[in-house]
């Protein structure tokens, strides 16, 4: 069984920054994929960023030049972090992960976290 488990999420003011955490734990073989998503109330839930293994990155064009992606592989672990947060960044942002695992099912498959709340107001 493979578990995400996010942090970090909290209330910021416009401007400020908060820093997501996500580690992925169970019997994981090997990960090729990690990123954020976010769900906004009313919205459909949509892709922040992602990174792969050898650490290219793919970024949402809102959030281009203010987030950044990161991983540590070792403990695989994804890393969000946001500056100069907005008010429209508020949302439930989720942790997915795309891996292999020790036990069937063999293919690669995505996982999800249950989220964290962002808010952005002053």
């Known amino acids: 069984q493979v578990q995400l488990v996010e942090s970090g999420g909290g209330l910021v003011q416009p401007g400020g920054s908060l820093r997501l955490s996500c580690a992925a734990s169970?019997?994981?073989?090997?990960?090729?994929?990690m990123g954020w998503y976010r769900q906004a109330p009313g919205k459909q839930r949509e892709l922040v960023a992602t990174i792969r293994s050898g650490s290219s990155t793919n970024y949402a064009d809102s959030v281009k030049g203010r987030f950044t992606i990161s991983r540590e592989d070792a403990k695989n672990t994804v890393y969000l972090q946001m500056n100069s947060l907005k008010p429209e960044d508020t949302a439930v942002y989720y942790c997915?992960?795309?891996?292999?695992?020790?036990?069937?099912?063999?293919?690669?498959?995505?996982?999800w976290g249950k989220g964290t709340l962002v808010t952005v107001s002053s």
């Open positions: 997915n992960a795309n891996l292999r695992t020790q036990v069937p099912p063999w293919d690669a498959m995505d996982y």
């Open positions: 169970g019997s994981i073989l090997s990960v090729n994929r």
